[in-house]
């Protein structure tokens, strides 16, 4: 038992390596000119092993899309459960994705490029594009529960939604690629400002 445990313990490092070594150069060189040779060589594993956990380079790239999600959504759930107003649930729902990519660059570079592999790939897209419709589906459904009573057609939040979404990852994405110099807390701050301000002109405010 205690070997068998420990045969499970290697394997899961092994695979923790492998992922950190493919969103470290998904960041660095770009998920294009990133290949599985690549991802072996620095995580110091053969191409068998690779393949042991991930059939391909598009499944440790879904692997990280959902996991990068995943730990998303739980920032923003921790961030929104302790609010008492809707416009500070809908600001606190905001400034949690802000502040998790403007900390996760690594997570935020590989969330763009992915969308870019969506649409110059559309045979690969069925099993990513699944990713983002759950962070979709999930602004939505927090955006319905927060603005309850507002009679938002579940259409209007699916908008709103993806509104919020590009917003945040495209704010941050020009940051970087610009490369200005940046305040993070009063950037952020004017950067949620101005989208609540937007939801607000539209009545949605208590």
Known sequence: MDAERRVQRRMQATRERIVRSALALFAKNG?????????TEAADVGKGTFYEHFPSKTAIIQHLLHE???????????????????RDRVKRLLRAQLHFFDERGDLLSL??????????RPGEASILQKEY?????????????LLEGKRCSEAA?????????????????????????KNTTRD???ASRIFLEGIERNGWHE
């Open 68 to 86: 990068g999600f995943e730990a998303l959504l739980r920032q923003c759930r921790s961030e929104v459960g302790s609010a008492r107003t809707t």
């Open 133 to 145: 419709k759950r962070y979709l589906r999930f602004l939505a459904e927090e955006l319905g529960a």
């Open 31 to 39: 998920i294009y000119q990133t290949t599985v040779e690549d991802i």
């Open 188 to 190: 952020l701050r004017v």
């Open 157 to 181: 939040l699916t908008q709103v939604a993806c509104a919020m979404a590009g917003y945040v990852t495209g704010y941050l994405s020009y940051r970087v690629i610009t490369g200005v110099n």
């Open 111 to 120: 969330f763009h490029q992915v969308r870019g592999l969506l649409k110059l």
